[in-house]
């Protein structure tokens, strides 16, 4: 096959070609010419207005951490007063509770004696005079108690609205410290710092983001609210100092009134212990001498075992008599009626001794019984102690109030 002939042009177009060369490479270089000349303007313009704009930006951070430097002050001066009133209110509580405090000792000796009681068992859990006074005890107590308590609520509600107070400054402080610490480096910040760098998107709006406005007014309300709670505060104090008054007379009147049922109660219980261990006594003497009735039963039985084997055996090598001697006669009559009166008798032994072990069984369910019921008034007998020695004990606590 024969190779193509390579294309051939007219000497026209290769003047033509040269021509459109020479002409877009002088109209490409006036282009780009002109453009260097715009790029030039350009970078003068824009360093200019960049230098111009971080010097704004360097003049308003300034500004900026002075503005935060202000309320800095405010709000620890605001803190500092805010710590001084609740120390004042504090003591201020410790005064009124010192009349409180000591009614704290015999609540809870008369709660403890309730509590106490509540372990009684049995029949012994009953509603007596002891518990109805008890009861009354708490009551007066807590009569008495409420008089105080009622500026004490009040002295700690206000203790808590200043502690929020104070924890609302130190929060705006310590945010204010953080915002300081931020602006300041950011004055120390240059284009050599060696801690800068492009972040991605930091024009953004980010959530919680405030006014100036907004941020002043925050701190304001901060400062005005503490305020307010310091005087309210101031006023309270005053009144607590003058509601410290409390007496003791009732509380003693019946604290002896308790003490009285207690003993009688006291008493009444040794008694009847006293008459149970008595009858304890007696049944286990009863029981003694029963159960030994019943070996004795057991063993009259056992001895009627050998005689039965007897006759049985004597009866039974008769039965192998030869022919007519297999007869009937009065050995064989006496053996039968032995074997006949023995199971008689037996049968008696027996009788009488399921009566005995019934009885037996009956007096240990009664001595179970009176053993259970000498441990539950022993138990209640212990218990009415304890309370006994609990208030002798704090007597003199309560003698000195």
């Not at 040269?18 to 490409?28: G, H």
């Not at 915002?179 to 480096?185: C, F, G, H, S």
């Not at 069984?361 to 001595?367: A, E, M, S």
């Amino acid at each position: 096959m024969a190779a193509l002939s390579p294309t051939k042009y007219a000497t026209a177009d290769w003047h033509t070609s040269n021509f459109v060369i020479q002409s877009s490479a002088e109209r490409q270089r006036s282009v780009a010419h002109t453009i260097r000349q715009q790029s030039e303007v350009l970078r003068n313009d824009t360093e200019n207005r960049t230098r111009w704009t971080q010097h704004t930006s360097n003049t308003s951070v300034q500004n900026r951490v002075g503005e935060i430097e202000n309320w800095v002050k405010t709000l620890e001066k605001t803190l500092t007063d805010v710590e001084k009133e609740i120390g004042l209110l504090a003591e201020c509580k410790d005064k009124a509770e010192q009349a409180l405090r000591a009614k704290v000792v015999p609540i809870d000796v008369a709660l403890q004696c309730l509590s106490l009681r509540e372990q009684r068992l049995g029949i012994d859990m009953v509603r007596d005079e002891v518990e109805a006074e008890l009861h009354k005890e708490v009551g007066v107590i807590e009569g008495i108690q409420n008089i105080l308590s009622q500026r004490i609520t009040e002295a700690f509600q206000q203790t808590c609205a200043l502690q929020r107070c104070h924890q609302q400054l130190h929060s705006d402080l310590k945010d204010k410290y953080s915002a300081l610490n931020i602006d300041t480096e950011c004055i120390q910040m240059n284009n050599l710092s060696g801690t800068v760098s492009l972040h991605p998107d930091p024009t953004r709006i980010k959530k919680g983001i405030v006014n100036p406005e907004q941020w002043c007014s925050f701190s304001a309300h901060n400062t005005a609210s503490a305020k307010d709670e310091i005087q309210n505060s101031t006023s309270l104090r005053e009144l607590i100092y003058q509601t410290i008054k409390q007496t003791n007379s009732d509380l003693v009147a019946q604290w002896t009134a308790t003490n009285y049922a207690l003993r009688k109660r006291l008493h009444q219980i040794e008694q009847i212990k006293q008459e149970l261990e008595w009858q304890l006594k007696n049944t286990e003497t009863e029981i003694g001498e029963v159960e030994e009735e019943v070996q004795r039963l057991e063993q009259s039985l056992a001895d009627k075992t050998a005689p039965m084997m007897v006759a049985h055996t004597r009866l039974e090598s008769r039965t192998y008599r030869p022919n007519v001697e297999l007869c009937r006669d009065k050995a064989q009559y006496g053996l039968v009626d032995e074997v006949m009166e023995i199971s008689k008798t037996k049968r008696l032994l027996q009788d009488k001794l399921e009566v005995t072990v019934q009885t037996l069984g009956t007096l240990q369910r009664t001595l179970a019984r009176i053993q259970q019921d000498h441990g539950i008034k022993a138990n209640s007998l212990a218990l009415d102690q304890e309370c006994i020695r609990m208030r002798e004990q704090n007597l003199s606590i309560e003698g000195s109030n």
